[in-house]
């Protein structure tokens, strides 16, 4: 599992760029003029951080990694489906959500306006040539999902936003290893001195970019009961003993290659000094199992009440929000407010993830990292629903079947989880704590 062809992919990928510009010249010229990624974990994040960062993108691109059917539907308005491109991103080629999502566009596109992005030889390319999708672009099979950024996984849609692709690769290229390295091993000295929670402030243009960060140092680290737990976005911000924070962080996008490469250096580095594999993920197929048995069921799952939950916590832990909840701005803001209410009252870090797009990142750390958790999952009824073509379920019991399939795996692991469902959305705010 010691993948390290991501030591490479700046070189290769500076290689690639002309082909990778030439493929977004054509699909412009073809009329379409907004790009749909749809993937989860490594194959969404890495995207989202580029478009979020580009000021003035040659063409609108959007990032799909939510199977709530709110979250489907507003992908799916936020352009004309028949000008848009969709990249359908899987190492695997077997990612459930990312085929869901793909199955759904199928019937309203036609196929030359899909391109995949996955390994040789997965049933996603099989199925991309098959269908005639427009292109096939291979992802490098020693390379890791969440150390693939510089892949064709962020440089596709970097040349499809009209970035200077170039200039970021050769400004990756230029990065010396070295010092990369002494910074993770500075970072694991720290957590090592019992300050495991890392707080991630970059500068406002390239804000994101902590999302990215998250998922590497989660899913890298957390494992045999070890682990660095991330912080984005803190509503309450207060500077905590054992909490360090990271605000050394270039707030030009034409770094975020360097950025991208220095953090893989250095949670590789942190990773050797803590003692756990970097490249490996051993807990996160337990959820996926437990995911498919809970198709379908509705009984009650043996959690806490959030009451029992608060009273349960002890020096040194983490309050985790895991939402099943359509991750758009109001929703953020509501559940932000929340955030902030269980953080004043606990008097430590919190945490927010949206499900299922964080079962493939934090979602590792939270099974095999520390036991010092607490999670409150919240699901809630669906406004409406959208049936998957070919899979005879809709995203809407995909969820929810995931949703359980996680308190299983969590319960499992002895961790302290409370289970809230919500009839509406309005009643948010009825989870503040105190």
Known sequence: MNRLGWIHTAEHSLGEWDTLAALARDVRTSGLDRTLVCGMGGSSLAPQVLAASTARPRAPLHVLDSTDPAAVLAAERAG??????????????????????????????????????????TPLETLAKTQGFRAVVAHPADVGGRYAALTAVGMLPAALLGLDGRTLLERACALDPARAKAFGAQLAQVVSAGRDKLALRPPAAVATVADWIEQLVAESSGKDGRGVIPVVDDPVGDTRPDTQVVTDISGDPLDLGVEFLRWEYATWEMCERLGVNAFDQPDVDEAKRFAREESGRDDPLPTLTPADLRRSARPGDYFAILAYLPPLPDVTAALRDVRASWGRALGCVTTLGFGPRYLHSTGQLHKGGPNTGLFLVITTDDAMDLPIPEQGLTFGALKRAQARGDIRALLARGRRVAHVHLHTLDDLRTLRAG
């Open 80 to 121: 004309d489906p028949a000008r848009t491109l969709f990249v359908i991103a899987s190492k695997s080629g077997t990612t459930v959500e990312t085929l869901a999502f793909y199955r759904y566009f199928a019937t309203r596109a036609r196929p030359e306006q899909f391109v995949a992005i996955t390994d040789p030889g």
